[in-house]
């Protein structure tokens, strides 16, 4: 059975950091790109970065990059996401997702992360 179970989401104040797990089960992990992706209420789902099976990284929105970082720890089936810096705008449902080849596609449940003074 295939699970993405995201954690490390919370409530954290403007300039602060969160580091978000992703554990994963049921699917050859280390061969699936990994990806976060977050949404704020009444706004569309975003990708904020992936990084691929062999480690390559991209992180898709300006506005993260320099504060997002994603990795991945194959051995123990997880994929990280670093967030420093954090402003109000960042406040969203983080969600996890595993894809291969564009076929395979499973997502986590998501973690609320809330910037807020």
């Known amino acids: 059975q295939v699970q993405l179970v995201e954690s490390g989401g919370g409530l954290v104040q403007p300039g602060g950091s969160l580091r978000l797990s992703c554990a994963a089960a049921?699917?050859?992990?280390?061969?699936?790109?990994m990806s976060w992706y977050r949404q704020a209420p009444g706004k569309e789902r975003e990708l904020v970065a992936v990084?691929?099976?062999?480690?390559?990284?991209?992180s898709d929105a300006d506005s993260m990059k320099g504060r997002f970082t994603i990795s991945r720890d194959n051995a123990k089936n997880t994929v990280y996401l670093q967030m420093n810096n954090l402003k109000p705008d960042d406040t969203a449902v983080y969600y996890c997702?595993?894809?291969?080849?564009?076929?395979?596609?499973?997502w986590g449940q998501g973690t609320q992360v809330t910037v807020s003074s």
């Open positions: 049921g699917f050859t992990f280390s061969s699936y790109a």
């Open positions: 997702n595993a894809n291969k080849l564009g076929k395979y596609d499973y």
């Open positions: 990084i691929t099976s062999t480690r390559s990284r991209t």
